[in-house]
């Protein structure tokens, strides 16, 4: 089935440690998003990218990098984790033209403690 | 800045309908989008409006007033797996969604 997967699906990450959220589409989807989820917050765009080789910045990029070295993989970095990184995370990617809007993954809930 | 606005709850009975509203200010528009997203799962398409009037498809319709920077979703014949949380999305002049809070819809028998 065509999709976006993330991994892992949870994961608990003592604070200043490193890790790597993956992402991977097979819907050749030019562009791709990072979202946070907090409760009462809605979702929250971390960074994006239109096209592979390009990434820009969201509403909230602090602690967090991103790469697009391909179409089809976005990993987004949380160099040295803190707490209030504690949230759920969603990757989710877009043809770029509307309409279709976004197809999300099913999401990684990481806690920071 | 960017704006979008909907209830952050409401409750209502099994089988009855309900409506709930969003209202935007954004840069550009290319569509507004609603979202469906049960608690502890990813959102889900539910509908599209990018020209004024309503789309209805099958219990669920939204309406869209561009001048107004309004939209409705309305749920009709109401079941108890409709209680999830209803997002709403403006898309703006760089193909971005900006989002809502969510509505969180609680469905009582």
């Known amino acids: 089935t065509a999709g976006i997967t993330q991994a892992p699906t949870s994961q608990i990450l003592a604070a200043g440690r490193s890790m790597t959220l993956r992402c991977t589409q097979d819907?050749?989807?030019?562009?791709m998003y990072w979202y946070r989820q907090d409760l009462g917050l809605g979702l929250r765009l971390i960074h994006y990218s239109n096209t592979a080789g390009t990434t820009g910045k969201g509403e909230v990029p602090d602690g967090y990098s991103v790469s697009r070295a391909n179409t089809d993989d976005f990993p987004l970095t949380l160099a040295s984790a803190v707490p209030s990184q504690t949230s759920v995370y969603f990757c989710a990617s877009s043809d770029g033209t509307g309409g279709y809007g976004y197809t999300f993954g099913s999401g990684t809930r990481l806690t920071v403690v | 800045g960017q704006n979008i606005d909907q209830p952050t709850e409401m409750t209502a009975t099994e089988g009855a309908i309900v409506q709930i509203n969003c209202t935007y200010q954004?840069?550009?528009?290319?569509?507004l989008f609603w979202y469906q997203q049960h608690a502890g799962e990813a959102p889900t398409f539910l509908s599209y409006?990018?020209l004024d009037g309503l789309e209805e498809k099958g219990r669920f319709s939204s309406f869209l007033s561009r001048s107004k920077g309004y939209s409705y979703l309305l749920l009709k014949e109401l079941q108890m797996k409709d209680s999830a949380s209803y997002l709403c999305a403006v898309m703006d002049s760089n193909y971005q969604l900006i989002w809502g809070a969510g509505t969180k819809l609680i469905i009582k028998p």
């Open positions: 819907m050749r989807h030019n562009a």
């Open positions: 954004t840069s550009g528009f290319n569509g």
């Open positions: 409006n990018v």
